[in-house]
Structure formats: structure tokens, C-alpha cells
């Protein structure tokens, strides 16, 4: 049933097509594909159309391989457990390439290793990937996917095609972006971000594959190629490293795209809050991986009246229009969300997006057929078996992980119970504040707004956050994340800097900036704040600044703080107001200093004057403190 039974009559060069019609591809798409053929040598060409039948014919695939096993408890959910060795993203060993090295990387400081993004030469690159992309996908499939960044068609989106090795790949990616032959019909003879993806396991296989997972853990590269529009990926199938629609194209090369044409793609996700008078409010917020953007983008608000919306949950593209308004669209089509910790309690929203349709990658199994995290122990039935992420037996109390802490939902946003209706609205929506956090346990308060557009942008180049893991840092140690874009970077971070701050313009409503921490900690290091659907009451005081409500803010060094009472704490017992809102003078002493020579030692003669002139100045108020 499950067979292609078209007669192949296609051939590019000497590689058969097993589906679709190439010549009646986009012409620079067949010069490419063509090109990637040649160099990657698959068996096959398959071009995909994002119907139901190619859903249907790939699961079956990687059912019969393997690779996945259906989650009988719900209908069309699917696990993956991948090799142990392939389960984030992989830092080290992303590259951006240029001619010259000061248009990706900042000048660091002298005996610094810079974290901001890495450079690598286009001739040292070249000789990489020579090692390893001819012939990687012999013996296997390659997959032409056609992709939209954004509507299919709205002048906010963005093409992408992708080949890849990787039905697994195929399969996200038809939920995280949207694929289809409509792209193909948009694009016509238009230009697209070229995307090349292999597992890097060509047959025969030279090394042992897991858990039916091909990867090449030891040679992973993934590299961009800004000033071609071009990405290169090698050895991963994970999320962030394969799903090339996501952070490296939607980030990393549109965050360069973004620089040219004057506007902004940021690790944002975008949500609606309507008051219970009934206003409504768009806000974006930034914050690292794995650091809370999913939860609060599907908050279920614990205040009465007030309803949320999800735009989008991990990434945004804002532009101004020409009366002046920040508008924003989420690029993606789906969520690839952090699975341990997601329950009815914390996000009911979240749970209700992946009942069907989904695959989660690396979270454990219930003997029901159920779907099994960290979080989810009141959840499942009393005494269930259970099989960890990594295919051993597991119980309640047992000290090793049930599921990957990086494990993952890939689930359709159009499942989600609060998506707003204007999610796909060509026009984007109105943003009214801009948010960034971290986990931050000591030192800073639960909420903060900047002084002025600059100064949330010194802000915003200021975050720090525990590492977690979304990617391969290790231990709890506190990192710079400006702008929740570290590992994001496609160019310069001081010219980003720059580009952020030349947005403001007097004919511009330029949106308020804040700063938020829900991960303080007391000294028996247990969260201050609550969390989740209590945020509700900080998005709360932020909306009311938004509206012009002068009387609820006080100004400190660091901005604006809410007087004390305004933060409407009703219903919520032993919350230590005193320490959530504390702002420790020698600790924001020495933290203004640190982030200073963190932008001396980081950004060096590319930070913008105004933010150290800032930074100065916030150094200086807090010493008179
Ligand atoms: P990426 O998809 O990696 O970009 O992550 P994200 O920013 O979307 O983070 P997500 O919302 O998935 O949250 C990551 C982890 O933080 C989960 O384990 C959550 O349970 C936890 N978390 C989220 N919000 C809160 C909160 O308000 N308080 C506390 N204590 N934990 C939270
Ligand atoms: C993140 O790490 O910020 C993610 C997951 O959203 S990944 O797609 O792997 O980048
Ligand atoms: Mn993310």
C-alpha cells in the first residue's frame, strides 16, 4: 500500500527520481539540487509535497526501521529515541563563514575566547566540509523539502529549500515549517536560503548505528554561509542542528537578512494578553533555551478575566510598518518544546497541543502506551511500568532521569487551544513590550523596565542565564545570553547591537522593554516566585505600564521597579516580597562591572559607545545607592 508506484523516468545525472517531477522545479532549485546530487551521491531524489500521503508513506518508514514506535494511548503520536550521543544542539562545532572574520565575530579581547558566535575562513571550511560531504548519502534517500519561513506568500515570509538524508528531519520539518508545492509557486524564479543536511552516515555504515539513529556524532559541523544564503549541516539529527528552517535559518541567516533590509528575527516568542476590561496586548519576550519561553507564551492566566494567545513560542520577525508599529509574525508552523516539566498544572495548553499529531523525541514510555517526563508523576496511572529515554526500566524514585532533560514535543501550532486567530495574518501583529529574562537565582527582581529604548537595549546585551540543556554545556553555571541570541548569532553582535539601537526612530512607536526572573531562589535555594500562571500578575503590572499607569513604577538604577503593593499578589500566600524585589547594591555593583568587561572582553571596539556610556552610568547610581 505504502509503495511509490510511479515509474521513474527522472534521472539527475545518474540518480533516479523516486517522487515528484524535477524538471518542473524553480530553475536555481534545480541548479542546486542538481549540484547537491552530484556532491552528496544518494540513491534517490524525492521530491516532497507535504501532502497527508507523504506523512503517512514516511511514518510507515521509520515505524518498519524503527526509528519510530507509535504511542497507542493517542492517535497519530509517535516516540524517538535517538542515539545517546545526538540529543542538543551542538555549540562547539557551529561555525559562521565569511571573507572577512569581523563581519561574523566581534573583536575579543586579546587571549579571549569569544562566545559570541564562531568564525571559521571559507578556505579552512572548504576543507572540512571536503572531508565530509562527498558521497554522504550513499545508499540513501535524498529528500527535497520546499519550505515558508512565515505565510506561505505574505511579504514577512521567507523560502527555504532543504535536502536531507533524514526522513526523521523530513517529518519535523513538515510540522515546523510549512511544506508544500505552494512554495514552489511563490518562489518561481526568486532567490531562497539554500539548506544542506546530512545524518553523515553513508552506506555501508562505517560506525555502529543506535537506536536505528544514524548521526556521525564525532564530525558534526554546522556551518552558514551568510553572504550566500546558505547552510551546510553534518553528523546531527537533532532539533536545532537538522531542523534547518529553525535557528539556522530563521535566526542565524535571517537575523543577517534582517540587518540588510531593517528589520529584527529574534529567539522570541510572541503572545496576546487581553485585560479584563478587554484590551488587548501583543508582547514578545527573549529568553535563553530552555528558559521559559514555551510556558509563557501558553500561560493559563491565575488571575480571573484575563485571556491569553499564542502567536508563537520560540522565534519572531518584527518589522516596523510605515505608521510606525512594530509588527511581528512567528516564522515557524510548530512547536519544538522542552518536554520534563510540562503538565496540566504548569501548562495545560502545551498538553493539549501534542494529544495527537506529534512526535516526542527522547522522553520515556508508559506500559500504556503513554508518553512519560519529569513532572508528569501525578499524571499517569498508579504503578505503571515505565521504560526511560534510553530503553531501560524505570520507577518513581529511581535517581537516573526518566527522559532526556533536552527531550522534546514536536507538536502543530494549529493544535494549540489558545492559538490566536491572527497566528498566520500575513500582516504580523502590533508589539507593544519587549521582554527578556534569564534564570537568574540571586540578585535580580522579579520585574524591571527600562528607561528608554537604549537603555532596554543595554539591558537586553546584559542577560546572563544558567546554562541548561539545549545544548552540550554542562553543570549550572551562570552565562552570558545577550539578548537570549549567543548561540544564535548570524553576524557581528556589537553591529547587532548597533542595528537594534538605529530601530528607534521618532516617527516610530518604539514598544517598552522589561526584564523579567521568575527563577529567583531563597537561601535554602527554593523559588521565590511561583512561576507558570502566576505570571500573570507581572504581565499584569507590564500592561499597565504599557497604558501609561505612572503611579505603579518607582526608578532605581537599574529602571523602573514596581512600588510595592502594585504587583496584585491576591490569593497567592508566603510570597517574600522584600527578597523577590531586593536590589543588592554590592551585587549589582560587581554584576554592572562583570557585564561591562564582559562587553570589553567580548564585543571590544565593535559595542556601541551609548551602551557602555550607559552601563557607566548605571555603575555610577549604584555606587551613591
Ligand atoms: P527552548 O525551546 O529551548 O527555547 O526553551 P523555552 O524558553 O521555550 O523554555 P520552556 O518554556 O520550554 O521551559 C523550560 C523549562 O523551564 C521547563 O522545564 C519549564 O518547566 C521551566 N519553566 C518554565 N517557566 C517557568 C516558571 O515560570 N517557573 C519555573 N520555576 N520554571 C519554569
Ligand atoms: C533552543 O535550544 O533554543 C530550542 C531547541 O528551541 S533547538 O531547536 O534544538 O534549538
Ligand atoms: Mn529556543
Same mark, same amino acid.
Given at each position: 500500500?505504502?509503495?511509490?508506484?510511479?515509474?521513474?523516468?527522472?534521472?539527475?545525472?545518474?540518480?533516479?527520481?523516486?517522487?515528484?517531477?524535477?524538471?518542473?522545479?524553480?530553475?536555481?532549485?534545480?541548479?542546486?539540487?542538481?549540484?547537491?546530487?552530484?556532491?552528496?551521491?544518494?540513491?534517490?531524489?524525492?521530491?516532497?509535497?507535504?501532502?497527508?500521503?507523504?506523512?503517512?508513506?514516511?511514518?510507515?518508514?521509520?515505524?518498519?526501521?524503527?526509528?519510530?514506535?507509535?504511542?497507542?494511548?493517542?492517535?497519530?503520536?509517535?516516540?524517538?529515541?535517538?542515539?545517546?550521543?545526538?540529543?542538543?544542539?551542538?555549540?562547539?562545532?557551529?561555525?559562521?563563514?565569511?571573507?572577512?572574520?569581523?563581519?561574523?565575530?566581534?573583536?575579543?579581547?586579546?587571549?579571549?575566547?569569544?562566545?559570541?558566535?564562531?568564525?571559521?575562513?571559507?578556505?579552512?571550511?572548504?576543507?572540512?566540509?571536503?572531508?565530509?560531504?562527498?558521497?554522504?548519502?550513499?545508499?540513501?534517500?535524498?529528500?527535497?523539502?520546499?519550505?515558508?519561513?512565515?505565510?506561505?506568500?505574505?511579504?514577512?515570509?521567507?523560502?527555504?529549500?532543504?535536502?536531507?538524508?533524514?526522513?526523521?528531519?523530513?517529518?519535523?520539518?513538515?510540522?515546523?515549517?510549512?511544506?508544500?508545492?505552494?512554495?514552489?509557486?511563490?518562489?518561481?524564479?526568486?532567490?531562497?536560503?539554500?539548506?544542506?543536511?546530512?545524518?553523515?552516515?553513508?552506506?555501508?555504515?562505517?560506525?555502529?548505528?543506535?537506536?536505528?539513529?544514524?548521526?556521525?556524532?564525532?564530525?558534526?559541523?554546522?556551518?552558514?554561509?551568510?553572504?550566500?544564503?546558505?547552510?551546510?549541516?553534518?553528523?546531527?539529527?537533532?532539533?536545532?542542528?537538522?531542523?534547518?528552517?529553525?535557528?539556522?535559518?530563521?535566526?542565524?541567516?535571517?537575523?543577517?537578512?534582517?540587518?540588510?533590509?531593517?528589520?529584527?528575527?529574534?529567539?522570541?516568542?510572541?503572545?496576546?494578553?487581553?485585560?479584563?476590561?478587554?484590551?488587548?496586548?501583543?508582547?514578545?519576550?527573549?529568553?535563553?533555551?530552555?528558559?521559559?519561553?514555551?510556558?509563557?507564551?501558553?500561560?493559563?492566566?491565575?488571575?480571573?478575566?484575563?485571556?491569553?494567545?499564542?502567536?508563537?513560542?520560540?522565534?519572531?520577525?518584527?518589522?516596523?510598518?510605515?505608521?510606525?508599529?512594530?509588527?511581528?509574525?512567528?516564522?515557524?508552523?510548530?512547536?519544538? =518544546? $522542552?518536554?520534563? /516539566?510540562?503538565?496540566? +498544572?504548569?501548562?495545560?495548553? &502545551?498538553?493539549?497541543?501534542? #494529544?495527537?499529531?506529534? %512526535?516526542?523525541?527522547?522522553?520515556?514510555?508508559?506500559?500504556?502506551?503513554?508518553?512519560?517526563?519529569?513532572?508528569?508523576?501525578?499524571?499517569?496511572?498508579?504503578?505503571?511500568?515505565?521504560?526511560?529515554?534510553?530503553?531501560?526500566?524505570?520507577?518513581?524514585?529511581?535517581?537516573?532521569?526518566?527522559?532526556?532533560?533536552?527531550?522534546?514535543?514536536?507538536?502543530?501550532?494549529?493544535?494549540?487551544?489558545?492559538?490566536?486567530?491572527?497566528?498566520?495574518?500575513?500582516?504580523?501583529?502590533?508589539?507593544?513590550?519587549?521582554?527578556?529574562?534569564?534564570?537568574?537565582?540571586?540578585?535580580?527582581?522579579?520585574?524591571?523596565?527600562?528607561?528608554?529604548?537604549?537603555? =532596554? $537595549?543595554?539591558? /537586553?546585551?546584559?542577560? +546572563?542565564?544558567?546554562?541548561? &540543556?539545549?545544548?552540550?554545556? #554542562?553543570?549550572?553555571? %551562570?552565562?552570558?545570553?545577550?539578548?537570549?541570541?549567543?548561540?544564535?548569532?548570524?553576524?557581528?553582535?556589537?553591529?547587532?547591537?548597533?542595528?537594534?539601537?538605529?530601530?528607534?526612530?521618532?516617527?516610530?512607536?518604539?514598544?517598552?522593554?522589561?526584564?523579567?526572573?521568575?527563577?529567583?531562589?531563597?537561601?535554602?535555594?527554593?523559588?521565590?516566585?511561583?512561576?507558570?500562571?502566576?505570571?500573570?500578575?507581572?504581565?499584569?503590572?507590564?500592561?499597565?505600564?504599557?497604558?501609561?499607569?505612572?503611579?505603579?513604577?518607582?526608578?532605581?538604577?537599574?529602571?523602573?521597579?514596581?512600588?510595592?503593593?502594585?504587583?496584585?499578589?491576591?490569593?497567592?500566600?508566603?510570597?517574600?516580597?522584600?527578597?523577590?524585589?531586593?536590589?543588592?547594591?554590592?551585587?549589582?555593583?560587581?554584576?554592572?562591572?562583570?557585564?561591562?568587561?564582559?562587553?570589553?572582553?567580548?564585543?571590544?571596539?565593535?559595542?556601541?559607545?551609548?551602551?557602555?556610556?550607559?552601563?557607566?552610568?548605571?555603575?555610577?547610581?549604584?555606587?551613591?545607592?
Amino acid at each position: 500500500v505504502y509503495e511509490v508506484h510511479e515509474i521513474v523516468v527522472q534521472k539527475v545525472g545518474h540518480v533516479p527520481v523516486a517522487k515528484g517531477d524535477f524538471n518542473h522545479l524553480p530553475k536555481k532549485v534545480k541548479t542546486f539540487v542538481a549540484h547537491c546530487v552530484q556532491l552528496c551521491q544518494p540513491r534517490g531524489i524525492f521530491i516532497c509535497d507535504g501532502s497527508q500521503e507523504e506523512a503517512e508513506e514516511i511514518i510507515h518508514k521509520l515505524l518498519e526501521r524503527g526509528t519510530l514506535t507509535r504511542l497507542t494511548k493517542y492517535k497519530n503520536n509517535y516516540l524517538c529515541r535517538t542515539d545517546p550521543a545526538d540529543v542538543a544542539r551542538v555549540e562547539s562545532k557551529t561555525f559562521i563563514v565569511t571573507k572577512n572574520k569581523y563581519d561574523s565575530v566581534p573583536h575579543v579581547r586579546e587571549g579571549v575566547t569569544g562566545i559570541l558566535g564562531a568564525w571559521m575562513s571559507p578556505e579552512d571550511t572548504k576543507v572540512e566540509l571536503d572531508h565530509r560531504f562527498p558521497g554522504c548519502m550513499a545508499g540513501r534517500m535524498m529528500y527535497i523539502i520546499p519550505f515558508s519561513m512565515g505565510p506561505v506568500g505574505s511579504p514577512l515570509s521567507k523560502i527555504g529549500v532543504q535536502v536531507t538524508d533524514s526522513n526523521y528531519v523530513l517529518l519535523c520539518m513538515r510540522t515546523m515549517t510549512r511544506v508544500g508545492p505552494k512554495v514552489w509557486e511563490v518562489l518561481g524564479d526568486g532567490s531562497f536560503v539554500k539548506c544542506v543536511h546530512s545524518l553523515g552516515c553513508p552506506r555501508p555504515v562505517q560506525r555502529r548505528v543506535i537506536n536505528h539513529w544514524p548521526c556521525n556524532p564525532e564530525k558534526v559541523m554546522i556551518t552558514h554561509f551568510p553572504e550566500e544564503r546558505k547552510i551546510k549541516s553534518f553528523g546531527s539529527g537533532y532539533g536545532g542542528n537538522s531542523l534547518l528552517g529553525k535557528k539556522c535559518f530563521a535566526l542565524r541567516i535571517a537575523s543577517v537578512i534582517a540587518r540588510d533590509e531593517g528589520w529584527m528575527a529574534e529567539h522570541m516568542l510572541i503572545m496576546s494578553v487581553t485585560t479584563p476590561e478587554g484590551k488587548e496586548h501583543f508582547l514578545a519576550a527573549a529568553f535563553p533555551s530552555a528558559c521559559g519561553k514555551t510556558n509563557l507564551a501558553m500561560l493559563n492566566p491565575s488571575l480571573p478575566g484575563f485571556k491569553i494567545q499564542c502567536v508563537g513560542d520560540d522565534i519572531a520577525w518584527m518589522r516596523f510598518d510605515d505608521k510606525g508599529v512594530l509588527r511581528g509574525i512567528n516564522p515557524e508552523a510548530g512547536f519544538f =518544546g $522542552v518536554a520534563p /516539566g510540562t503538565n496540566m +498544572k504548569t501548562n495545560p495548553n &502545551a498538553m493539549l497541543s501534542f #494529544q495527537c499529531n506529534s %512526535i516526542f523525541t527522547n522522553v520515556a514510555e508508559t506500559a500504556d502506551g503513554g508518553y512519560f517526563w519529569e513532572g508528569l508523576e501525578d499524571e499517569i496511572p498508579k504503578g505503571i511500568g515505565i521504560i526511560d529515554w534510553l530503553g531501560n526500566p524505570w520507577h518513581p524514585g529511581c535517581p537516573r532521569k526518566a527522559a532526556h532533560p533536552n527531550s522534546r514535543f514536536t507538536a502543530p501550532a494549529s493544535q494549540c487551544p489558545i492559538i490566536h486567530p491572527k497566528w498566520e495574518d500575513p500582516e504580523g501583529v502590533p508589539i507593544s513590550a519587549i521582554i527578556f529574562g534569564g534564570r537568574r537565582p540571586v540578585g535580580v527582581p522579579l520585574v524591571f523596565e527600562a528607561k528608554s529604548w537604549a537603555h =532596554g $537595549v543595554m539591558t /537586553g546585551a546584559c542577560v +546572563k542565564s544558567e546554562a541548561t &540543556a539545549a545544548a552540550e554545556h #554542562q553543570g549550572k553555571n %551562570i552565562m552570558h545570553d545577550p539578548m537570549a541570541m549567543r548561540p544564535f548569532m548570524g553576524y557581528n553582535f556589537g553591529h547587532y547591537l548597533q542595528h537594534w539601537l538605529d530601530l528607534e526612530k521618532p516617527t516610530r512607536k518604539m514598544p517598552k522593554i522589561f526584564h523579567v526572573n521568575w527563577f529567583r531562589v531563597d537561601q535554602k535555594g527554593k523559588f521565590l516566585w511561583p512561576g507558570y500562571g502566576e505570571n500573570i500578575r507581572v504581565l499584569d503590572w507590564i500592561i499597565r505600564r504599557c497604558e501609561g499607569d505612572s503611579s505603579i513604577a518607582e526608578e532605581t538604577p537599574i529602571g523602573y521597579l514596581p512600588k510595592k503593593g502594585t504587583i496584585d499578589l491576591s490569593g497567592l500566600d508566603s510570597i517574600n516580597e522584600e527578597e523577590l524585589f531586593s536590589l543588592p547594591k554590592h551585587y549589582w555593583l560587581d554584576d554592572t562591572r562583570e557585564s561591562k568587561r564582559f562587553l570589553e572582553d567580548q564585543v571590544g571596539i565593535d559595542t556601541p559607545p551609548q551602551i557602555i556610556k550607559l552601563l557607566n552610568e548605571q555603575e555610577e547610581a549604584f555606587s551613591k545607592y
